[in-house]
Structure formats: structure tokens, C-alpha cells
């Protein structure tokens, strides 16, 4: 990745970053909504969309509804990182394998897409009346996909893999969300993808002051040479249990991405525009990936009211500014 400058603890830093808006939003809003998928297959939601560089085409693994609320999850791709064109059909999963079927019952949503190595892994929410639990996919090219199993027990969600194995073991943040305080995220480590321990809790809703309700990972953890960026969601309660869904960003240490480094005080994007407002679930932002380009731009890909899919950019270098001085 481009080398990053680190960000002088000054006045004038703090100050720019509380006035300048931290995520721009792509001034056409949404890149992606449900007219957008053949005709056929009767989408009307598209959301909450993992996304990944692949020789040089952005290509995202889209959540999308049909109008009879089934779950699928759709590759489209896009040479510019805005304009987007769904394939034909959705992503092939293995409904006939009694194991799959049973622990999603048709609900599978959320993915997150990793590349290590040569291999891109999709990690997403697998929900039953047995509760949720965290499933991976595989593949080298986004045309065949090999289903990997079920790699959690109930309940978890909101799981997404580090891109690259710390201290030998894979890791993963993600969200369990039985026992002990509801809505934090905690890390998990394996040899081998399938088997996860090592378990512990690293940044707690409680310490967010603007998402007291609970917290979840989103994009991919980012390199830099400060540590690693989590962008997550948090979501504070309203009058009558009105869930606000915001995003913000904690540093985690390289070596160590169980300790926080620092956690920005503010949320980095809250629902403000008429499609995060009004849809499905009103009031959300809510992301599951990004990509960092050449230059350090950030493009931070999020769903808006679980109804469309949206963009908004930024640097590595403000997301860095707002986890030291905001």
C-alpha cells in the first residue's frame, strides 16, 4: 500500500477535522438500488454490500431482498468504483446440503469479502430459528464458489476477517451477541479457518458514548503503519426503540489488534439524507466494506435505510486524524 504520512498532534489538525466533513457522500447518492438487478428476479433491496479490488475492477458482493424477502448475495462489478452492473444471476449456495439448509433457512446477508493471498473469502450472517451464526465461502475468481461451513455458534454475527494472519493465525472481529454485556466486539484467532478461539472482547459499546446500544464490526480491518482502522457501526436508542445507526473508527495496535490504540469520539457518518432515513429500517448507515486506493482515498461502501446501496470517501490519513485528536 502508499506510504502514509503521520499526522502531527497539532491545534490546526484538530481543528480542520472538526469542521471538515469526514466522509464525503457520492453527490448522486445511492450507486446501487433494487431496479438495478434483472427484472426476473423481482429485487427490490440492495445493501450492507461487501466489496473488493480485483485486477483492477471493483467487484461487490451485494445483500439483496426480493419481494418475498428472501436473502441472496450478487456479485456486480464496476470499473470506476460508482456505477455498478449486477451479473445475471446470484450467487450459487449449496441449498441442497442438509447442514446449509437447516442453519439458514433461507437467511444468509451481510458478507464481507477478504482477500489473503489468492483467495477471496466471504464471511456473512447465516440465520435460522436456531439464532445467527457466521458462515464462510470461498473463491479465486468469483465465478466458482466453494462453501466452507459454519464457523461460529449461535449467536454471532457481523463477522469479518483480518487480511492477513497475525502471529501465524488467521483472525476475525466480529459480534457475539449471547451473555455478558449484549453488543460488543470482540477477536477470534484459528490455524485454519474452521476452529476459532483465543477469544476476547476489545472494544465494548460502553466506551462509545455516541452508539451505547451496541457495536458491530463492518469493512475489513485497513493496514497502515499507525495500526489497523476498523470502521464499525454503532447504534444508539431513541424514543419508543428507535434504533439510530451510525459509523465510527477505532485503531487497533499492528502486532496486537486485541488492544484499541484509540477510539474516535464522534461517529465518522449518521443517517442525515432522505434514502438513510426513510426505508426499510429507518435511520441507518451501515457498512461492510471499503476500499483503499493508491493514493490513500478511501471509498467507504455502506447500506442506507436496508434499502440501498451507497458510497462515501475519504482518506486513510483523516481516518487516522479523527482516531488521535477527535
Not at 498532534?9 to 448522486?28: F, G, W
Request: contains cysteine; charged residues 25%; proline residues 6%.
Amino acid at each position: 500500500m502508499a506510504p502514509l504520512s503521520r499526522a502531527p498532534a497539532s491545534a490546526v489538525d484538530a481543528d480542520r477535522i472538526r469542521t471538515a466533513p469526514l466522509l464525503r457522500r457520492h453527490e448522486a447518492g445511492p450507486i446501487l438500488r433494487g431496479r438495478d438487478f434483472p427484472a426476473a428476479a423481482r429485487i427490490q433491496r440492495v445493501f450492507n454490500s461487501g466489496i473488493v479490488k480485483h485486477e483492477g475492477r471493483y467487484v461487490m458482493a451485494c445483500r439483496v431482498e426480493d419481494r418475498a424477502l428472501r436473502n441472496q448475495i450478487w456479485i456486480a462489478e464496476s470499473d470506476d468504483g460508482y456505477r455498478f452492473v449486477p451479473r445475471p444471476h446470484p450467487v450459487p449456495v449449496p441449498t441442497d446440503d442438509p447442514e446449509f439448509a437447516e442453519y439458514t433457512a433461507g437467511m444468509y446477508y451481510d458478507p464481507r469479502v477478504t482477500r489473503i493471498d489468492d483467495t477471496f473469502y466471504l464471511m456473512h450472517a447465516a440465520h435460522s430459528g436456531h439464532g445467527c451464526r457466521l458462515s464462510l465461502m470461498q473463491t479465486r475468481d468469483f465465478e466458482t464458489f466453494e462453501w466452507l461451513g459454519f464457523v461460529s455458534e449461535p449467536d454471532n454475527r457481523n463477522g469479518v476477517l483480518f487480511p492477513e494472519k497475525i502471529g501465524g493465525l488467521y483472525a476475525r472481529l466480529d459480534r457475539p451477541n449471547t451473555g455478558g454485556n449484549f453488543g460488543d466486539i470482540w477477536i477470534s484467532y484459528s490455524p485454519d479457518l474452521r476452529f476459532w478461539g483465543k477469544s476476547r472482547c476489545v472494544l465494548r459499546n460502553a466506551d462509545v458514548r455516541w452508539a451505547w446500544t451496541k457495536i458491530g464490526p463492518g469493512a475489513v480491518p485497513i493496514r497502515t503503519e499507525a495500526g489497523w482502522l476498523n470502521l464499525f457501526h454503532g447504534v444508539r436508542t431513541q424514543c419508543a426503540q428507535h434504533y439510530v445507526y451510525s459509523l465510527g473508527v477505532a485503531l487497533h495496535d499492528l502486532e496486537d489488534p486485541s488492544r484499541i490504540v484509540a477510539v474516535c469520539k464522534e461517529a465518522i457518518l449518521e443517517p442525515e439524507e432522505d434514502y438513510e432515513l426513510v426505508g426499510q429500517t429507518p435511520s441507518v448507515v451501515f457498512t461492510s466494506g471499503a476500499v483503499v486506493e493508491e493514493d490513500g482515498e478511501v471509498k467507504v461502501y455502506y447500506g442506507g435505510a436496508d434499502t440501498v446501496q451507497c458510497v462515501a470517501t475519504t482518506t486513510v490519513r483523516e481516518l487516522l486524524d479523527a482516531c488521535r485528536h477527535l
